[in-house]
């Protein structure tokens, strides 16, 4: 196992560089190092020498890629790629291009996103899974039908018509929680609650029928018939043996966001206030913040990967027949 | 089901503390003198030195005391003492540095000395960095601190001549961007030379503290505590309106030193963040990823509401707190609302005491009379909410390259094209669609409220407007296509190639959201035959090809810096052309005559022969059309009824100074319209419980039929 994490680990580094290029190249190709001073400068009285001294103060006066004016080993390290890469393996982000701590900034806001992500992601997984359990054990029966229907019908729904939605009859017409806001410890309650029913809400459709599709796989196989002929109730059957053995697929799907949770939700956080790490990547793309950008995707790999190995770890413990090596 | 119940429990324990369950806010800050407001980008720069935006003066003109701030009531806008207890006084030097009579010439003026005397007294907010040794705290200094309110202990000092001087030294600071460095440096004497000094200064030492003091700035002195003094190259009136910006504000030097300490930055502890003043107010609280808050200067006392206001103010109820201390409001609450839909319905609720109006609510919040006079909905006035309204000191316009061959340039075959274009485009029709009728169409550069700029038939532009009844007229279509047949393209066609005539409008605008706007557009040049491919571009294409002057047509904006006709008409002058000189002349525009009377205006005090000389330029660019005019916005603010003294003031930032709040109507009007709805809980709770008992009878059923 130590091994086999070992090895993981290390083909994290080449993947992680070459998202790292990638995110650079692709950043550099649509703008330039003056389109960022410019941006951060402002629109009116911007002169040419307060484009150069502000590239010069943030690092963005090298060459990108390869300094050719260099020797030695500073025609890589003495480049924009080098100076604003390298550190992040140590996961020192270093500064925005307006100045704040981006590793600071990430701890701040990671709190009240996870604060809504993982009520959201538990909430949701008991409500997909005990409804799929449910249109499974009454299948072929009207309940069933009407349970995909529904489906269906949820999973052809924009998020934004739920939240809109939600505010509208919850917020604006039943007056039972804020409209949108934050606020820390407890009192974070009012502000949370419809946030995440939205979001276990929005997800209903789409992994509740997927889940429901495992789950009558799993019910037509030898061992349920064999469960059933001992006489077993039909909803032991499904809690102690089907659930059990669904959970590969499940856990395929799910472990690996988890990590990602910390990096929150767009939409949901945009429209509820809430201060959380969804809308930063955006807002720094808007503002072609490269710096944060570069280290919000270097963040966002680290966690995917962290995810694939977490999902890997969990198979072990739900299906001893696994073994990591 | 148990959760659902702790859920239910819990959401009527924490209503049960007095607060309304949808209330966004503390109850314990229920009666207090607050102001509660949004803002949907945070801001960029805090420091008064690098700060240039509205939504970053938004907050710096409250917290810093530059010495001149515009008067709140008075219109036409008019600049009053803020720190300094009097206006400057300026005095006029020729070469020699000898004392020139006031109304000297301005060719005879080589210099001009502005005098600010401070008023006595002003104290700084409090802030950790007047407590002595914070300046210089050892190492470790800093654990178990991660904002200004871990420090145990602040100070505050009184506010000196000193600081503003200092202040005026940052402007050039090697490590920071300050957007005027370049103008102040063309007026402020030695200026340039002290940026240069300073630029080697730091080059010499990178890791020390710049000593600012060290180094002397000849264009500035300090006289004495209380009054200092700023040389300037000519004769420059409109130097007073940026003594009225955060620019001009004191700063400490123990604060710059405080913040420059090792450990600061990392804590995001900087002055960019935390900015320090002598305002009314100071910021308690940065969030800016959820809120902002100021909270009133406990040591500020220099500055009464104003006993005296325009024509009506005293009618309308705005100098009834004439006198008393400001600021009226103790506390206001910023909170971030990116979406305008939530930002409407907490207004709506009571949670925001004024609110702008987006397009979507246009419809449920204005009703425009036959005459063209907005008023509240009725839905509106029910609740008490009441409209101001306001042309902002910003014009929207198209402009034509003047360096393009097919419509720039100064020959009648173009100018006559620009004036077909001109006819055809019709603003009035843009903003009754696109604007909501918010907005007026412009006759020139200059909009309303600023001097220079004309009312009724003296102020329009006759080669597109006729004047009807004392009112504008738009010529009509016909005319712009006679125009454009004299110009050589008969119903849009070259009359020399026989190829139809295609204009190319670079613009930001695009997607799905601008798609009928640029509909709108093409439609426009269609009317006269004329095809126009709309090229939309990212913000820096689009800013990349006006730096190089490869558009033929592009649409932009201006915002004014202060309310003088220089600051709009300097947009057309020929030295400032963009592609060139890099200058805000975006449209290459050109004209010797123009550019001479702009030279002659630009130093002159308002007067009628400013006046004359601002018609003749004007008439000069309406003849030679090198902009569509476009449009000068006008500002839709509501406000609650617990709201007072609101009078829309474009040029003054610092206006909530002047507000004042009735917390407890807001407080009982908030409870009326705020009552929690529960039989949908119940409802929820019911349904439930009932699918649950069908659910376990069905299930029973099932097993026992096995």
């Not at chain 2, 949907?40 to 917290?63: C, G, M, V, W």
């Not at chain 2, 040794?133 to 601190?145: A, E, F, T």
């Amino acid at each position: 196992m130590i091994a086999y994490l070992f090895r993981r680990i290390l083909y994290a580094v080449p993947i992680l560089i070459g998202v790292n290029l990638l995110t650079f190249a692709l950043f550099f190709v649509v703008n330039t190092p003056d389109d960022m001073a410019r941006m951060q400068l402002g629109i009116k009285r911007v002169t040419p020498e307060s484009i150069s001294k502000w590239k010069q103060q943030h690092g963005y006066d090298k060459p990108l890629l390869i300094n050719s004016t260099a020797s030695g080993k500073d025609k890589l390290t003495d480049t924009i790629f080098w100076q604003k890469s390298a550190s992040m393996f140590v996961f020192d982000f270093g500064y925005s291009d307006d100045g704040r701590s981006i590793s600071r900034e990430i701890v701040t806001r990671m709190g009240p996103s996870l604060s809504i992500a993982l009520p959201t992601f538990f909430v949701g997984l008991l409500v997909y899974v005990s409804f799929a359990l449910l249109m499974t054990l009454f299948r072929a029966t009207v309940l069933d039908v009407a349970g995909v229907a529904l489906c269906v019908v949820l999973m052809s729904i924009s998020t934004l018509f739920y939240i809109i939605g939600g505010q509208f009859l919850v917020s604006k017409l039943w007056h039972l929680v804020p409209i949108s806001g934050y606020a820390g410890g407890l009192d974070s309650f009012k502000f949370v609650v419809l946030p995440i029913v939205i979001g276990v809400m929005g997800g209903v459709g789409s992994s509740s029928r997927w889940y429901r599709t495992i789950f009558l796989e799993e019910i037509g196989k030898d061992y349920v018939r064999t469960a059933r002929a001992k006489g077993l109730s039909e909803l032991r059957v499904l809690f102690t043996h089907v659930l059990k053995n669904a959970m590969i697929p499940i856990l395929t799907g799910v472990v690996v966001v988890i990590p990602l949770l910390f990096l929150g939700s767009l939409l949901t956080e945009s429209f509820f206030g809430i201060p959380g790490l969804g809308s930063y990547t955006i807002d720094a793309i808007n503002a072609q913040d490269f710096s944060i950008v570069r280290a919000m995707v270097f963040l966002g790999s680290v966690l995917y990967i962290v995810g694939l190995i977490l999902t890997d770890l969990s198979y072990t413990v739900v299906d001893p027949r696994v073994r990591l090596a | 089901m148990k959760a659902l119940l702790l859920a239910l429990t819990f959401l009527s324990l924490t209503a049960c503390d007095g607060g309304l369950w949808n209330d966004p806010y503390p109850a314990a800050d229920e009666g207090k003198s607050i102001l509660y407001t949004a803002f949907t980008e945070r801001p960029k720069h805090l420091d008064p030195a690098q700060a240039y935006s509205e939504n970053e003066y938004e907050f710096l003109a409250l917290i810093y005391s530059p010495p001149l701030q515009y008067h709140y009531l008075k219109r036409p806008y008019q600049l009053v003492p803020l720190a300094a207890s009097e206006m400057p006084r300026v005095m006029y030097l020729d070469q020699q540095h000898r004392l020139l009579p006031e109304k000297a010439a301005p060719g005879r003026i080589a210099f001009s000395v502005y005098e600010i005397h401070l008023k006595p007294n002003m104290r700084y907010q409090p802030h950790p960095a007047f407590v002595p040794g914070n300046d210089m705290l050892k190492p470790g200094g800093l654990r178990g601190v991660y904002g200004l309110n871990d420090f145990p202990e602040t100070g505050t000092r009184t506010v000196t001549a000193a600081d503003y001087v200092y202040q005026i030294k940052r402007l050039v600071h090697p490590q920071l961007h300050t957007p005027i460095a370049g103008v102040m440096s063309e007026y402020i004497v030695g200026l340039k030379e002290y940026a240069a000094t300073l630029q080697d200064a730091a080059k010499a030492h990178p890791d020390d503290f710049l000593d600012l003091n060290r180094y002397p700035l000849p264009g500035v002195e300090v006289v004495n505590g209380t009054t200092y003094r700023i040389t300037i190259h000519g004769k420059y009136p409109q130097f007073a309106y940026w003594l009225a910006m955060p620019f001009f504000s004191p700063m400490p030097q123990e604060v710059e030193r405080f913040y420059a300490q090792p450990g600061m930055r990392e804590r995001n502890l900087s002055l960019d963040w935390w900015p320090v003043g002598s305002g009314p107010y100071y910021l308690s609280e940065n969030e800016p990823n959820r809120r902002m808050v100021l909270a009133r200067n406990p040591y500020y006392d220099s500055e009464n509401y104003p006993g005296e206001g325009g024509q009506g103010d005293a009618q309308a109820g705005l100098l009834s707190d004439a006198g008393k201390p400001l600021p009226l409001i103790d506390r206001i609450v910023f909170s971030l609302e990116k979406e305008t839909i939530p930002y409407w319905n907490k207004f709506l609720q009571g949670y925001y005491d004024a609110s702008g109006i987006s397009s979507d609510s246009f419809d449920q919040a204005v009703q425009v009379s036959v005459n063209g006079e907005a008023n509240v909905s009725d839905v509106m006035k029910a609740q008490g909410i009441t409209l101001s309204t306001s042309v902002s000191t910003s014009t929207f316009y198209t402009g034509f390259n003047w360096l393009d061959p097919v419509v720039g340039g100064s020959s009648e075959r173009t100018r006559k094209l620009r004036r077909a274009i001109a006819i055809a485009v019709d603003f009035e029709e843009f903003i009754s669609i696109f604007a909501n009728g918010r907005g007026i169409v412009a006759q020139s550069p200059i909009p309303p409220g600023i001097f220079g700029y004309r009312e009724g038939c003296a102020g329009i532009n006759t080669y597109v407007y006729d004047c009807v009844k004392g009112k504008p007229e738009r010529k009509p279509i016909a005319e712009a296509r006679r125009l454009l047949a004299e110009a050589g393209y008969p119903g849009g066609v070259d009359a020399r190639t026989r190829q139809p005539l295609v204009i190319h409008l670079d613009t930001t605008a695009g997607g799905v959201g601008n798609k009928s706007r640029l509909d709108w557009i093409r439609k426009q040049f269609d009317k006269i035959g004329v095809q126009l491919d709309v090229r939309s571009t990212d913000y820096n294409r689009f800013q990349d090809k006006l730096r190089r002057g490869d558009t033929q047509m592009y649409y932009f904006g201006w915002n004014a810096d202060y309310p003088d006709p220089e600051n709009f008409l300097f947009l057309l002058n020929g030295p400032q052309a963009k592609a060139s000189k890099g200058g805000e002349n975006a449209s290459n525009y050109e004209n010797p005559e123009f550019d001479r009377l702009f030279e002659q205006m630009k130093n002159m005090d308002n007067s009628p022969e400013r006046q004359a000389i601002i018609d003749r330029m004007l008439e000069i660019l309406r003849r030679d059309s090198p902009w569509l005019w476009g449009y000068h916005p006008k500002n839709y603010v509501l406000q609650h009824q617990w709201l007072h003294n609101i009078k829309p003031n474009i040029m003054a930032n610092n206006k909530l100074k002047y507000w004042r709040v009735d917390p407890t109507l807001r407080d009982r009007l908030r409870r009326e319209w705020n009552q929690p709805v529960r039989w949908p809980l119940w409802l929820g709770v019911g349904g439930v419980l009932l699918f649950g008992l069908w659910m376990w009878r069905a299930l029973r059923k099932r097993e026992e039929a096995r």
